[in-house]
């Protein structure tokens, strides 16, 4: 923290500071309770601020949420400048200290943090966090942010005030005292800014019981949050690490794209912040970024061993780093100016071939892109000598120790599986023809139930019977039948998934595994009319099903690079992907270079039986790191794609538990059309009058 502005400050300069003042304004929130009779607009159901951390991820004090008894509370946000607010339902999954439910409201010791779950996915801004503790930037000036109550209306409000130093010690938590400033009720919760460096370093907790000013909780504190007692085998088993990678991909991911919205990093830029006196903001969001596609450290004193080994590394302060982020803010007041960037070079390629508290299907390649940003940085060339031979000792290290062959799955005999066959009635939009059935291994097919002519909206209800029949005869306890939708190519965007056969009832993507195929097939419109020549796209169907079957399966983003639309490549460019390929499709529904139908043709016309996209409208300024991310995790598997259609069940079981680590799969969508499983009779239905 410094003292204030030079006097001459430029007119850029000022221009930086309104611009992330309005990055912090967009991601600060109020909440509210719910169901007391008030309106989200009113003062009657306001609770305190609070502002986003991470993608769908919120942070408060603990003091806040308690006001809500407990109650259902909601998080009510900006849709942007001037464009109102929405409000979405959410939940407290931590607070610091424990302990929501049984304290009074208002009096909470340190920290007084909650760490708040938004219940559905929503787009939204989310701050910069700051790396380091927040004792490191001593006395100066910091802005804060949040919502209170003028003349009877809730209003935001953002003013200076002064850190005067700090309050309590190490075992509670370190407080900042901050003064020379009224800090008006509603305030707590919101976030404390560092104008010079750009970033969060706190949470308002409290204002002075006389005169100006109040306390602010450090960002760090978040480290308290409990470790899994019995280690971590997913990151979302650790709120911590699921909270601090979310969100440092999201800031890699946002800074990388086209959506044409400042970015905190450009921000920072423009203030002439120096990460660490050697990193620029870019640089730091692109290595946060690569660390955060890791999985995290095995625990804190395996942090420490990586931070220790590196030269002249010294202690730091309490709470110790417990994340690869928390890592390389403590190397900024260790390292000299001529050797900090070696430093961080050093600990990229020691937290790059760590030992892993779990695997990922991506973790090697999320491996080799750190290890590729610290061969092309800025003066890498000068020791990569010295990096690659440490590269090679820490593989060696890797590879005498013990490697636990990852559990499979047992193999289980061919079981029957529920059909469902949609055509809409060309003549008729909106109108369609069914046919339930249950398909049994040999191809033995018997129909339980079918209609013409029913509406869109009514077809929940009335394919409840005979879908319950077909699940009912192929169920087995612990293993739902696989229900297969088969869809016309233009219609696959049906979202059968998110169905309810009955009031109470789970989605049907929710109840079993549940996977799209395509019911007119022969009918597709080819490059240049129907179907492509020179060409059998049923035996490349059949080889790369095969392929799929016994080898491995690679997910293949077709329509957008690191952020940037593209167009769906021609048919002929698509046969020539390797067979183990399952194309993606992150940009459905945007219609951006051409229609969705015609870019699902190409790929059923290429030959491929498995694909993955997601439904959704009005994406396209939405950061889409994640899905690709998710993606590549969900599709990618040594034993070939047959794992496919559980693993997506699981993730819409996950989203329908409003599980934050699944949020990126909202209107997730598996084409999964098996060449030797013809669908029966499908001439008869197509041809209904």
């Known amino acids: 923290m410094t003292n204030g502005h030079d006097g001459g400050a430029s007119s850029d300069r000022d221009a930086a500071h309104r611009a992330l003042r309005e990055l912090v304004m967009a991601a600060t929130v109020r909440i509210h309770r719910t169901g007391v009779g008030y309106a989200l607009d009113e003062p009657g159901s306001f609770l305190g601020s609070g502002f986003f951390v991470a993608p769908n991820w919120v942070l408060t004090c603990a003091h806040v949420v308690s006001g809500g008894g407990g109650g259902e509370m909601a998080v009510v946000y900006e849709n942007g400048p001037g464009a109102g607010t929405s409000q979405v339902a959410c939940e407290v999954v931590a607070t610091l200290p424990d302990g929501l439910g049984r304290r009074a409201s208002g009096n909470w010791p340190a920290p007084d943090l909650a760490l708040v779950q938004l219940r559905e996915p929503v787009d939204h801004e989310c701050v910069y966090l700051s790396e380091r503790p927040a004792a490191y930037f001593g006395e100066g000036k910091a802005f804060y942010a949040g919502w209170t109550v003028v003349a009877g209306q809730l209003q935001f409000l953002d003013g200076t005030v002064t850190v005067q130093g700090t309050i309590g010690g190490s075992s509670e938590g370190v407080q900042m005292r901050l003064g020379h400033n009224d800090l008006p009720y509603g305030v707590s919760g919101g976030p404390v800014v560092d104008p010079v460096r750009g970033e969060v370093i706190g949470v308002l907790k409290s204002r002075a019981d006389h005169g100006a000013g109040g306390t602010s909780t450090g960002i760090e504190q978040l480290r308290r949050l409990p470790v899994p007692p019995d280690g971590v085998r997913a990151e979302h088993e650790d709120r911590y690490q699921a909270v601090c990678h979310a969100h440092d991909r999201h800031h890699r991911d946002w800074h990388q794209s086209d959506s044409g919205r400042p970015t905190w990093a450009q921000v920072q830029s423009r203030l002439g912040a120096r990460p660490g006196r050697t990193l620029t903001p870019g640089e730091r969001a692109q290595l946060l970024g690569r660390l955060a596609d890791l999985p995290p450290p095995v625990s804190t004193r395996a942090l420490l061993d990586i931070l220790e080994a590196l030269p002249d590394f010294q202690a730091t302060t309490s709470p110790a780093p417990r994340g690869w982020r928390d890592g390389l803010g403590a190397l900024y007041e260790s390292a000299r100016d001529d050797g900090a960037w070696g430093l961080v070079l050093e600990y990229a390629v020691r937290a790059a071939y760590a030992e892993r508290p779990f695997e990922l299907p991506g973790t090697a390649d999320a491996e080799k892109a750190l290890w590729d940003w610290v061969r092309q940085a800025r003066g890498g060339q000068v020791q990569l000598r010295r990096l ?172 957008c690079g690191e952020g940037v639309p593209q167009p769906v490549p021609d048919t002929g460019e698509l046969r020539d992907l390797s067979p183990g390929s399952v194309p993606v499709l992150c940009r459905y529904g945007e219609h951006r270079y051409e229609d969705d139908a015609a870019a699902l043709a190409r790929i059923v016309l290429g030959g491929f039986g498995v694909a993955l996209w997601r439904r959704g409208k009005g994406r396209r300024d939405a950061v889409c790191g994640e899905f690709h991310r998710g993606a590549a995790i969900t599709v990618a598997d040594e034993r070939g794609a047959e794992h496919l259609p559980n693993r997506v069940h699981e993730l819409r079981v996950k989203l329908l538990a409003s599980r934050t680590e699944a949020f990126w799969a909202s209107g997730i969508a598996l084409f999964y059309d098996d060449p030797r499983q013809p669908l029966p009779g499908t001439g008869d239905l197509l041809e209904a009058p």
């Open 388 to 559: 690659v031979r440490l590269r090679t000792d820490l593989l060696r290290l890797r590879r005498r120790s013990v490697v636990v062959a990852a559990e499979r799955a047992p193999e289980r005999r061919p079981r029957p599986s529920a059909l469902l066959e949609l055509v809409e009635r060309g003549w008729e939009r909106d109108r369609w023809d069914w046919r339930v059935c249950v398909v049994r291994p040999g191809e033995v097919v018997e129909c339980v139930g079918q209609d013409e002519r029913t509406a869109t909206d009514e077809l929940p209800a009335r394919l409840a019977a005979p879908l319950t029949e077909a699940f009912r005869q192929c169920d087995e306890p612990g293993w739902p039948a696989v229900l297969q939708v088969a869809l016309p190519h233009v219609r696959l965007d049906l979202p059968v998934d998110t169905w309810r056969l009955r009031p109470g009832d789970p989605p049907l993507g929710a109840r079993g595994p549940l996977v799209l195929r395509c019911v007119n097939r022969d009918r597709l419109p080819g490059e240049g009319g129907f179907g492509a020549e020179g060409s059998d796209p049923d035996e490349d169907r059949l080889d790369r099903w095969r392929w799929l079957r016994s080898h491995g399966a690679r997910a293949h983003v077709l329509d």
